[in-house]
């Protein structure tokens, strides 16, 4: 797939100016529009990400609204532009409450704004709780190929917290060819350990599924590691348990002590995104003083400017960028648009006269 860079007179209005439709999409239109297209979603953000290499792109720094009475709680609010074949603007808010686990619904939930690039005017509002999971999935499995190319590839994979977002990993994984011999699980919760269980043998999966009791299991039996948890602080602290080089996909950012950040390559999806919110390699520069310890970005692998080790420990740490939202919810746009199922509310901006 190929997103060709946008000029200034490709983004020009050429026809009068005019207030788009406003339409409400909904999940189940989104998962219809997402299913069984891992392949097309994962070609996407690659295309995306050189896109924002190329600084056809605009993601300022996310903005965390916190509680001081809820401190488990937060709202994240990630504006981005891209520029290219989807060519909008726009704003993910995304909630995280991990007290809704135990009530039986999902920590996150999510919408995605779509700002029109002529007038300004938002044109959709998407539910992105799918559409986040899905980008975040797809990401995950872009680096998981990139970062494997000129190394054995895994045939070991473990997951390391058995939520929604480790189950949509899973899924991207197998539909873009990944098949394992072993699949390991661990979660602080036997429940949701067992849930994932059930989840994988009733997909299909391949090869021995376990269990672990323990984290140390879990990543000395894998050489593909995801971590895919809720975790606020680092939990994992012991670099022997790296010891036989694996690749990791550190997707909740939080997991792993600087120990083990400094003894790796770090491969990240975006340097001054990552070193932010004390995620576990912005912890490691602030023990360090400087972020020499990082490797390159995925977009720098993806291009050829940074290989990887063959035989160290390699870390994936995606802070998980604005403008991905965007690609994919643009993407399910189209989609729905094409298909005719737009949920259009009529006269949803009324004061359209200047003067009354």
Same mark, same amino acid.
């Given at each position: 797939?190929?997103?060709?860079?946008?000029?200034?007179?490709?983004?020009?209005?050429?026809?009068?100016?005019?207030?788009?439709?406003?339409?409400?999409?909904?999940?189940?239109?989104?998962?219809?529009?997402?299913?069984?297209?891992?392949?097309?979603?994962?070609?996407?953000?690659?295309?995306?990400?050189?896109?924002?290499?190329?600084?056809?792109?605009?993601?300022?720094?996310?903005?965390?609204?916190?509680?001081?009475?809820?401190?488990?709680?937060?709202?994240?609010?990630?504006?981005?532009?891209?520029?290219?074949?989807?060519?909008?603007?726009?704003?993910?808010?995304?909630?995280?409450?991990?007290?809704?686990?135990?009530?039986?619904?999902?920590?996150?939930?999510?919408?995605?704004?779509?700002?029109?690039?002529?007038?300004?005017?938002?044109?959709?509002?998407?539910?992105?709780?799918?559409?986040?999971?899905?980008?975040?999935?797809?990401?995950?499995?872009?680096?998981?190929?990139?970062?494997?190319?000129?190394?054995?590839?895994?045939?070991?994979?473990?997951?390391?917290?058995?939520?929604?977002?480790?189950?949509?990993?899973?899924? @991207? !994984? $197998? #539909? +873009?060819?990944?098949?394992?011999? %072993?699949?390991? /699980?661990?979660?602080?919760?036997?429940?949701?350990?067992?849930?994932?269980?059930?989840?994988?043998?009733?997909?299909?999966?391949?090869?021995?599924?376990?269990?672990?009791?323990?984290?140390?299991?879990?990543?000395?039996?894998?050489?593909?590691?995801?971590?895919?948890?809720?975790?606020?602080?680092?939990?994992?602290?012991?670099?022997?348990?790296?010891?036989?080089?694996?690749?990791?996909?550190?997707?909740?950012?939080?997991?792993?002590?600087?120990?083990?950040?400094?003894?790796?390559?770090?491969?990240?999806?975006?340097?001054?995104?990552?070193?932010?919110?004390?995620?576990?390699?912005?912890?490691?520069?602030?023990?360090?003083?400087?972020?020499? @310890? !990082? $490797? #390159? +970005?995925?977009?720098?692998?993806? %291009?050829?400017? /940074?290989?990887?080790?063959?035989?160290?420990?390699?870390?994936?740490?995606?802070?998980?960028?604005?403008?991905?939202?965007?690609?994919?919810?643009?993407?399910?746009?189209?989609?729905?648009?094409?298909?005719?199922?737009?949920?259009?509310?009529?006269?949803?901006?009324?004061?359209?006269?200047?003067?009354?």
């Amino acid at each position: 797939m190929t997103i060709t860079r946008s000029t200034a007179a490709e983004s020009a209005p050429a026809g009068p100016v005019t207030v788009p439709p406003f339409a409400v999409v909904s999940g189940g239109q989104v998962q219809q529009a997402l299913q069984g297209r891992e392949k097309q979603i994962v070609e996407l953000v690659e295309a995306t990400y050189r896109l924002h290499g190329a600084g056809d792109s605009v993601n300022p720094p996310s903005r965390f609204l916190r509680f001081p009475d809820r401190p488990r709680d937060r709202i994240i609010a990630l504006p981005a532009s891209i520029g290219g074949e989807a060519g909008v603007d726009g704003l993910k808010w995304i909630s995280s409450f991990p007290q809704n686990v135990a009530a039986g619904i999902p920590r996150a939930s999510a919408v995605l704004i779509l700002n029109d690039r002529n007038t300004g005017y938002p044109f959709a509002c998407m539910e992105a709780s799918i559409i986040s999971a899905t980008r975040t999935a797809a990401s995950a499995a872009l680096a998981a190929d990139r970062l494997s190319r000129g190394r054995p590839r895994p045939t070991r994979v473990g997951f390391f917290g058995a939520g929604l977002i480790a189950r949509y990993i899973h899924t @991207f !994984l $197998t #539909g +873009t060819g990944w098949s394992f011999d %072993a699949i390991g /699980v661990h979660d602080v919760s036997a429940d949701s350990a067992a849930g994932f269980r059930c989840y994988l043998e009733q997909s299909g999966a391949t090869g021995w599924i376990v269990v672990h009791d323990s984290p140390e299991q879990l990543i000395r039996g894998s050489d593909l590691v995801v971590f895919a948890t809720v975790a606020a602080r680092p939990h994992v602290r012991d670099p022997s348990w790296f010891a036989h080089g694996p690749l990791v996909l550190h997707v909740s950012l939080r997991d792993l002590a600087p120990e083990i950040v400094l003894a790796s390559d770090n491969i990240v999806d975006d340097v001054e995104h990552c070193l932010r919110a004390d995620t576990s390699v912005h912890l490691a520069e602030q023990r360090t003083g400087n972020c020499d @310890f !990082l $490797t #390159g +970005t995925l977009a720098d692998v993806m %291009a050829g400017r /940074v290989t990887p080790s063959r035989d160290r420990t390699v870390v994936f740490s995606p802070f998980g960028l604005g403008v991905l939202d965007l690609a994919v919810g643009k993407y399910v746009y189209d989609e729905v648009a094409g298909a005719g199922e737009l949920q259009v509310v009529d006269g949803f901006f009324h004061e359209l006269r200047r003067y009354g």
